[in-house]
């Protein structure tokens, strides 16, 4: 099994409420992909850290093997998701995959 967790910082162009609407459309669109993309076994998207937190909205998914990953990242569901919810509202972009045990 293999661990991608991805934190993002949304730009500061966006008040508050836009940020959380658009956490929201974050949380609604990679969530939505389970079940949809083979070797996903689990896709969660945490919109409330803690004030200690230094980014916005986190990722936490799981996959069955680095080559499920891969075929993630390109699978076209994914990248619909990527292209229109994320990466056109984020200033910074932080990951981090491992083996899970």
Sequence with gaps: MVRHVIVWTIK????AGE???IKAGIK??????????P????????TKGLESSSGDAM????????EALKGYTSNPLHVEVA??????FMKIRSSFDYEAE
């Excluded at 070797?39 to 945490?46: H, M, P």
């Design 12 to 15: 500061e162009e966006y008040g």
């Design 59 to 66: 990722l936490d998914s799981l996959f069955e093997s680095e």
């Design 83 to 88: 292209t229109t919810k994320v990466r056109p």
């Design 19 to 21: 940020k959380e609407d």
């Design 28 to 37: 609604s669109g990679l969530e939505g992909l389970k079940g949809k993309i």
């Design 39 to 46: 070797g996903l076994v689990d896709i969660r998207v945490i």
